[in-house]
């Protein structure tokens, strides 16, 4: 099982599970996705650059400067697993919020469907054809129940290729009063059962397609990302739920 996935369990901070459905990653910190696409294409466990559909509250995609020179992107690419994974660590923002645009740029990352965000950063627009420094062109798309039914195609081309589906368990957060807390097991029932206008004649909910999204994915990833979640009992309340509801119970055993 050298060239699996499931290997990452022996770096720290990383968590790999063999769920029933789907080989799971729960790791902390959202920037960590680079790394982890990085060991799967190094290991050739994908080919690059692969889709992701992301559920999170923020898009992550501000664009930093200081990355984004020709110069760093190419010095990024040349680097080797170990440098790469530092250079994710100490460089990039802690805030998690620079990930997607540089995954892009690196090579590491297609096109992306974000769901449900509540929270855009500057960088790029969504819903609109990007292209990065090779002129490779990219598919960045917000999907919602407000989504149309130009968004929701390219969202069906990006299921139709492979993809990893990527879950920020801070999806599930709400403000109050500048204090961030995690949503009630009832809220995540009101959320699942939200229904997406799918095509002319179909409606999916949310649990619909979450179940389709796991089914069809080449694995899962799960950033807990305690401090947007409220705490880390707060982000475990949230993958309790998921894996009661989703994966059997085998994530939190």
Request: aromatic share 14%.
């Amino acid at each position: 099982m050298t060239n699996s996935i499931y290997c990452l369990r022996h770096r720290a901070n990383i968590n790999t599970f063999l769920t029933k459905s789907k080989t799971v990653v729960v790791y902390e910190d959202h920037r960590y996705i680079l790394n982890i696409l990085r060991y799967a294409f190094e290991h050739k466990i994908l080919e690059k650059p692969i889709n992701v559909i992301s559920f999170d509250y923020h898009s992550d995609s501000y664009d930093n400067p200081s990355l984004l020179t020709l110069e760093n992107i190419n010095k990024v690419k040349s680097l080797g697993l170990k440098e790469f994974w530092n250079f994710i660590e100490f460089e990039h923002s802690i805030q998690d919020d620079d990930w997607l645009v540089s995954g892009m740029e690196y090579g590491l990352i297609n096109d992306v469907a974000l769901m449900f965000v509540k929270e855009i950063f500057s960088g790029i627009d969504f819903n609109k054809p990007y292209f990065d420094t090779e002129q490779n062109v990219h598919n960045p798309i917000l999907i919602d129940t407000k989504s149309n039914s130009m968004e929701i195609n390219t969202f069906k081309k990006i299921m139709e290729n492979k993809f990893i589906l990527d879950i920020d368990l801070d999806f599930a957060s709400k403000v109050i009063e500048d204090k961030i807390y995690p949503y009630s097991s009832d809220e995540l029932d009101v959320f699942f059962n939200q229904k997406l206008m799918f095509s002319t004649n179909e409606t999916l909910t949310v649990s619909e397609l979450f179940k389709e999204l796991i089914e069809k994915s080449s694995f899962i990833t799960i950033c807990k990302e305690s401090e947007f979640c409220g705490g880390y009992s707060a982000s475990n309340k949230v993958l309790e739920y998921l894996d009661e509801k989703y994966f059997d119970n085998e994530i939190m055993k």
